[in-house]
T-cell receptor, first 114, second 116 residues
Framework: DGGITQSPKYLFRKEGQNVTLSCEQNLNHDAMYWYRQDPGQGLRLIYYSQIVNDFQKGDIAEGYSVSREKKESFPLTVTSAQKNPTAFYLC?????????????FGQGTRLTVV | GNSVTQMEGPVTLSEEAFLTINCTYTATGYPSLFWYVQYPGEGLQLLLKATKADDKGSNKGFEATYRKETTSFHLEKGSVQVSDSAVYFCALTPFGQSTSYDKVIFGPGTSLSVIP
């Protein structure tokens, strides 16, 4: 079945550590996105990529980095520069048409700083 | 600018009650409108969508009608079930934009709890 897979589901990070969240899709979508979700809030865009080897900052990119070396993969690194990383992270993918395209979301990774 | 406003939750209903979650938007032209649902501990799933005025999106007993005159896209269901407990997000894509999700604007979400 086609879909989008995030791993791990739960991740614990010590202060000062970098951690990488995985996101893989087999939907043949060009565009991929990372969102952050805090309790009781909507989604905030961290980074997005519309094509391999290219990505753009979203609204809250500071303290995060990404790469897009393959169409299927869009990993997110939460660096030590991110001062408040505890949150639920969602990866998504989509086509880029003009017809009210659906985004497909992964199951999310819950990151906790310990 | 473009924005989405949803009714504040949490909303608690008894099973088989009627559900309305209000969503209003601010945007120029004719944006595409979406409702997404997030079940506990999961990602978002598209519930329904409408791409032009007076369109009605429907899925799993949920409906929403694109009302240009009131800039609204209220979500309704005639008889909710415990399994409908989730967070519901209203969203829009600005008019004339490709539906690239860097452009999609999500509302803050409305939490629904349905009790037996």
């Amino acid at each position: 079945d086609g879909g989008i897979t995030q791993s791990p589901k739960y991740l614990f990070r010590k202060e000062g550590q970098n951690v990488t969240l995985s996101c893989e899709q087999n939907l043949n979508h060009d565009a991929m996105y990372w969102y952050r979700q805090d309790p009781g809030q909507g989604l905030r865009l961290i980074y997005y990529s519309q094509i391999v080897n290219d990505f753009q900052k979203g609204d809250i990119a500071e303290g995060y980095s990404v790469s897009r070396e393959k169409k299927e993969s869009f990993p997110l690194t939460v660096t030590s520069a991110q001062k408040n990383p505890t949150a639920f992270y969602l990866c998504a993918s989509s086509t880029t048409g003009y017809d009210g395209t659906e985004a497909f979301f992964g199951q999310g990774t819950r990151l906790t700083v310990v | 600018g473009n924005s989405v406003t949803q009714m504040e939750g949490p909303v608690t209903l008894s099973e088989e009650a009627f559900l309305t979650i209000n969503c209003t938007y601010t945007a120029t032209g004719y944006p595409s409108l979406f409702w997404y649902v997030q079940y506990p501990g999961e990602g978002l799933q598209l519930l329904l969508k409408a791409t032009k005025a007076d369109d009605k999106g429907s899925n799993k007993g949920f409906e929403a009608t694109y009302r240009k005159e009131t800039t609204s896209f209220h979500l309704e269901k005639g008889s909710v079930q415990v399994s409908d407990s989730a967070v519901y997000f209203c969203a829009l894509t600005p008019f004339g934009q490709s539906t690239s999700y860097d452009k999609v604007i999500f509302g803050p979400g409305t939490s629904l709890s349905v009790i037996p």
